[in-house]
């Protein structure tokens, strides 16, 4: 019989498995009986009866009863015996002998003696010693000798490490399994499989928190990489499943970025029973996520009394939403001292909706002071809404640094109201890289000054897409401009196709930019849909748009409304429209109002443009002619 070398591994042989209830009392009853036959063979002399014995006694913790019997078999050259007894003496306090009987197991062949002296030499320091006898452990198929030896390997950054590693895995050693599986997610990430190491629950805990990492994608690296995760997810389900709570938290959280969110539960909530804090508040983000927002706070409770900031900060946003803002404050500070630097940025954020502006500033600064990129952007902007531009520029470059893209736009928002555009493009260019919808615009209008229409386009693409309403109205203009002047539809073909530039006007023009819904009444009118006209022109003149007005105006007029047409040229030309005064100054002259329009006719005259002036001018002439007359 060849006992595991250490108290930890003998009580997980399975020879020991501790039942419960009734078979408890059976088993009980049948060691006893076990116990008392290996005793009578054992006073008989003989030596497996001895060991067995031996290794019983010092299972139950009755090291005074199992030493005489270990050393008898040990004398008789039992090398189980020998392993024990080591076991034992380590376990009174005397390692330095109990190392020498594991030296006399371990050269007659006992793997687990090998893995206990290996151990032995380790916690003395002698690696060289400990990489002997752990690697004669591990090449005999000792689940223990192989995860030490990888263990060590690994801790010297010796590449042979995950061999050792993944044949303890195989031989069923869970914290190996896990271990693997850790290696292998990260190996995954690094080529690019994933955006990072694999996230333990999505983002949820108030303003800011952990956010899920996404999938992306690539060329032969990736399918290596998927391949890399694909395991790595296999190994984190078999460590699971033999209780390791961490891989049970990580494998959760691999099923939830993929979807299966039922057995992602499943595991957050197994690892969340066995004590793992993350995967308690990362079952509270499943379960706000379907809409049971208290069961939610109970394993956010949970978790953040178990000191995990992310939990708190999640309590502290949910607190902030129900207008509970001392309950809100007072989680957010215990997301703090549990050293979430979250937690200080979130109190931030709470003092400053509450008009707090210097607290505001005092936890946004220690924040940005701990690295929160996001709390310098604020810092930042409460600067400059102060006045202090000065103060504000260091803090958005120091978020900008760091990779706030927010901060990189208002840097580009900053040197171009100074007339810096060369800078301000260049930090524009790097938020729009990173997504920026905003800045993406601004620098589609860059390139647009500058004649580069291609790059233009490309980025005022992106905005677009991006849901900016201005950058769809310029993409439109720019297909537009190309659209060869006069071509109609061909014989045969329909009197209308849609093309792309109305797709954007039209998107824009939904989207309630006003020059956008003008331009697409003036289409709708070219094709002779009154209805919609109207209804394109209306809307943009009820926003505040004077060229929606007048065009309105116009469209009534020719449908012979002219009372209400007057009306909406009466607004247009009240914000400045001239064309408008010129048609009010012409309707009162045709009425007889003379006076009246010749008071339109001076603001023509006033508002422009040129030609329109031009006219104004000779009416409002004619009108001073007739009324002198």
């Known amino acids: 019989m060849d006992v595991m070398g250490d108290m930890a591994t003998l009580f997980e042989t399975g020879r020991f498995v501790q039942p419960s209830g009734q078979e408890e009392t059976r088993d009980e009853a049948a060691e006893a009986a076990e116990e008392a036959r290996q005793r009578l063979a054992a006073e008989a002399g003989d030596v497996e009866a001895m060991s067995v014995l031996g290794a019983m006694l010092l299972r139950r913790g009755d090291l005074d009863g199992a030493e005489p019997q270990l050393r008898a078999a040990t004398a008789a050259g039992d090398r189980a015996a020998a392993n024990n007894l080591g076991v034992l003496l380590h376990q009174r306090g005397y390692p330095e002998e109990a190392a020498g009987w594991w030296r006399i197991a371990a050269v007659a062949g006992s793997a687990a003696a090998a893995h206990a002296l290996g151990r032995h030499h380790r916690e003395r320091g002698d690696e060289p010693a400990a990489e002997y006898w752990l690697r004669q452990s591990a090449e005999q198929g000792h689940a223990l000798g192989a995860y030490a030896l990888a263990d060590l390997l690994e801790h010297r950054g010796d590449a042979e490490a995950e061999k050792w590693m993944r044949a303890a895995a195989e031989r069923g050693h869970r914290e190996g399994a896990y271990r693997l599986a850790r290696a292998l997610d990260r190996r995954a990430s690094a080529s690019g499989d994933t955006d990072g190491d694999n996230g333990v629950g999505p983002s949820g805990a108030g303003p800011s928190g952990i956010k899920p990492n996404g999938v992306g994608s690539g060329g032969d690296g990736s399918e290596v990489a998927a391949g890399t995760a694909e395991e790595a997810e296999q190994w984190y389900r078999q460590a699971a499943a033999r209780g390791h709570r961490r891989a049970a938290l990580y494998l959760g959280a691999i099923l939830e970025r993929r979807g299966d969110l039922k057995e992602a539960g499943r595991w957050y909530l197994t690892s969340a029973k066995d004590g793992e804090a993350r995967a308690a ?72 909706e509450q008009g707090r502006t210097t607290q505001a500033e005092q936890w946004y600064r220690r924040a940005a002071y701990a690295g929160h990129r996001e709390a310098a952007n604020a810092l930042a902007i409460l600067l400059l809404q102060g006045g202090d531009e000065t103060g504000a520029e260091p803090w ?108 954007w006007y039209e998107r824009a023009a939904s989207q309630g930019h006003r020059r956008a819904q003008v331009r697409v009444g003036m289409l709708a009118a070219a094709r002779g849909d009154v209805v919609e006209a109207a209804r394109w022109y209306r809307e943009a003149a009820e926003a505040g748009s004077r060229n929606g007005a007048f065009n309105l105006g116009l469209l009534l007029a020719r449908e012979g409304s002219e009372p209400e047409a007057v009306v909406w040229w009466k607004r247009a030309a009240d914000d400045g429209h001239g064309r408008a005064a010129l048609r009010l100054a012409l309707v009162y002259a045709r009425r007889g109002e003379l006076v009246e329009g010749q008071r339109w006719a001076d603001l023509a005259v006033t508002l422009g443009p040129g030609e329109v002036a031009e006219r104004a001018a000779r009416l409002r002439d004619a009108l001073l002619e007739e009324l002198s007359a």
């Not at 996520?289 to 178990?306: F, H, K, P």
């Not at 946003?317 to 630097?341: I, K, P």
């Not at 890289?433 to 993406?440: D, I, L, M, S, Y």
């Open 281 to 352: 508040c990362a079952l509270g983000f499943l379960l706000r996520d379907a809409g049971d927002e208290e069961s939610a706070a109970v394993w956010w409770l949970r978790a953040a009394q178990e000191g995990d900031g992310n939990a708190a900060n999640a309590l502290g946003a949910l607190h902030a939403e129900r207008g509970q803002t001392q309950t809100a404050e007072r989680w957010y500070r215990a997301a703090m001292d549990a050293g979430d630097v979250n937690g200080a940025y979130n109190l931030g954020l709470l003092c400053a």
């Open 396 to 503: 958005f470059s120091k978020a900008a640094e760091a990779g706030s893209v927010d901060a990189a736009f208002n840097l580009g928002i900053l040197y171009a109201g100074r007339g810096e555009d060369v800078a301000a493009l260049r930090w524009y260019e790097r938020a729009a890289a990173a997504g920026h919808t905003e800045a993406a615009l601004q620098v589609g209008m860059a390139r647009l000054r500058d004649g580069d229409e291609q790059e233009a386009e490309r980025h005022l693409r992106c905005a677009a897409g991006g849901g900016s309403a201005e950058a769809a109205y310029r993409l439109a203009t720019v297909l537009d401009a190309r659209q060869p002047a006069g071509a109609g539809p061909e014989l045969g073909e329909p009197v209308h196709r849609r093309t792309e530039c109305e797709e």
